[in-house]
């Protein structure tokens, strides 16, 4: 059974970069029938996502973010990551990766399964 | 950008009641949306596809129609454990969520 499992900083200070790395277990991060996306969900409020990779590098960046994101993949770890620069206090939120659904169509689709979510605060 | 909209925002319900929720997308969208169940502090968990393909081991109550703009989730009669917040997602273009349905008891 695929999970996904986020890890990193849980307080970050206004300006600097938010940093998290979602590890893939019980699967590959190689398939191809698959990107792997991050969303994000401030407190009381509902779902923005922010990008995706496929495991080649290729990637999705929502045009909002898409100036402070970066989002990585390290495919000997079944691992990929997240950063965003010069945060605020907008960007604190629950994130979540999640296996982000490409066999139907060339792209992606649907987000399944997802991590349980790591809270990052920016606050100094 | 493609936005989503769904309504209401909260609904209030019976354990037995027909439930329906409404998801309009600001352009059309064919049949490229999925929707969401999310229970409070958990990860939201995938209930359709494809507007109306049900994800597998989703109760058979769960149900969704629609095309173009305009899309419903259907729970043919509302259990205990259906009381939680309900996401639509497109991914015609990018991928963007509407802002929620919170199912609360009545």
């Known amino acids: 059974q695929l999970q996904l499992q986020e890890s990193g900083p849980g307080l970050v200070k206004p300006s600097e970069t938010l940093s998290l790395t979602c590890t893939v277990s019980?699967?590959?991060?190689?398939?191809?029938?698959?990107?792997w996306g991050w969303i994000r969900q401030p407190p009381g409020k509902g779902l923005e996502w922010i990008g995706s990779i496929y495991y080649s590098g290729s990637t999705y960046y929502n045009p909002s973010l898409k100036s402070r994101v970066t989002i990585s993949v390290d495919t000997s770890k079944n691992q990929f990551s997240l950063k965003l620069s010069s945060v605020t206090a907008a960007d604190t939120a629950v994130y979540y990766c999640?296996?982000?659904?490409?066999?139907?169509?060339?792209?992606?689709?649907?987000?399944?399964?997802w991590g349980q979510g790591t809270l990052v605060t920016v606050s100094s | 950008d493609i936005q989503m909209t769904q309504s209401p925002s909260t609904l209030s319900a019976s354990v037995g009641d027909r439930v329906t929720i409404t998801c309009r997308a600001s352009?059309?969208?064919?049949?490229?949306l999925a929707w969401y169940q999310q229970k409070p502090g958990k990860a939201p968990k995938l209930l359709i596809y494809?507007?109306?393909s049900l994800e597998s081991g989703v109760p058979s109550r769960f149900s969704g129609s629609g095309s173009g703009t305009e899309f419903t989730l259907t729970i043919s009669s509302l259990q205990p454990d259906d009381f939680a917040t309900y996401y639509c997602q497109q991914y015609n273009s990018l991928w963007t969520f509407g802002q929620g349905t919170k199912v609360e008891i009545k």
């Open positions: 352009q059309s969208i064919s049949s490229w």
């Open positions: 494809k507007a109306s």
């Open positions: 999640a296996r982000h659904d490409a066999a139907a169509r060339p792209d992606p689709n649907w987000f399944d399964p």
């Open positions: 019980g699967g590959s991060i190689s398939s191809s029938s698959y990107y």
